[in-house]
């Protein structure tokens, strides 16, 4: 059972919005701006997506943000393309013990 | 553009050590955080632990009494070794650099399959 939970999927037609939840704790993702996205394309390593709840890398398409309330973070994707198929991990700072957690991840598809 | 590559064994017998080295390149290895995750076959990523340029480690608690990590600045690599593996040890292990709770450079990852 992962720390973190997400939906096990979530689908979307071309062009539209998806939003994946990543909820956790007052001890991870409520108290820290420390949570990271990854995207996950079959047989390859994950691609980070997201960073400290809202930036993105160099590179990453503007159509995916990212957002925190509470427990809870989001991450979100617009005008949905067939490559955004993959499987997306959360993943958050959970203070000095623990470390790191990660979501059991969600399966994207694009219809 | 920083690379990193995982190298190892990818057969290791029950109750053995599991060792895995990553190299990186592009970049030095001095200064930075650097992890090990691994993902069993169609299930979810685990962070194993890190281990920072000065040797300083942090280790995912489930797996601490396990685990040692080691690192050779002089060799841009660093270290995983896992102890007494179990079929439950089988997955890719990734290698990645870790900055303020996120991971932004990956290595390929290697499969590690523990059997007899």
């Known amino acids: 059972q992962s720390a973190l939970t997400q939906p096990a999927s979530v689908s979307g037609s071309p062009g539209q919005s998806i939003t994946i939840s990543c909820t956790g704790t007052?001890?991870?993702?409520?108290?820290?701006?420390?949570v990271s996205w990854y995207q996950q394309h079959p047989g390859k390593a994950p691609k980070l997506m997201i960073y400290?709840?809202?930036k993105r890398p160099s590179g990453v398409s503007n159509r995916f943000s990212g957002s925190k309330s509470g427990n809870t973070a989001s991450l979100t994707i617009s005008g949905l393309q067939a490559e955004d198929e993959a499987d997306y991990y959360c993943?958050?700072?959970?203070?000095?013990?623990?470390?790191?957690?990660f979501g059991g991840g969600t399966k994207l598809t694009v219809l | 553009q920083v690379q990193l590559q995982e190298s190892g064994p990818g057969l290791v017998k029950p109750s053995e050590t599991l060792s895995l080295t990553c190299t990186v390149s592009?970049?030095?290895?001095?200064?930075?955080?650097w992890s090990w995750i691994r993902q069993p076959a169609g299930k979810g990523l685990e962070w194993i632990g890190h281990?920072?340029?000065?040797?300083?480690?942090n280790y995912n608690p489930s797996l601490k009494s396990r685990v040692t990590m080691s690192v050779d600045t002089s060799k841009n690599q660093f270290s995983l070794k896992l102890s007494s593996v179990t079929a439950a040890d089988t997955a890719v292990y990734y290698c990645?650099?870790?900055?303020?709770?996120?991971?932004?450079?990956w290595g390929q990852g290697t499969l590690v399959t523990v059997s007899s």
């Open positions: 400290e709840g809202s």
């Open positions: 993943c958050s700072y959970a203070g000095s013990s623990t470390y790191v957690v």
């Open positions: 007052s001890s991870d993702v409520g108290s820290y701006n420390l």
């Open positions: 281990i920072y340029t000065s040797g300083s480690t």
């Open positions: 592009g970049g030095s290895i001095s200064s930075y955080y």
């Open positions: 990645a650099r870790h900055q303020l709770g996120h991971f932004d450079y």
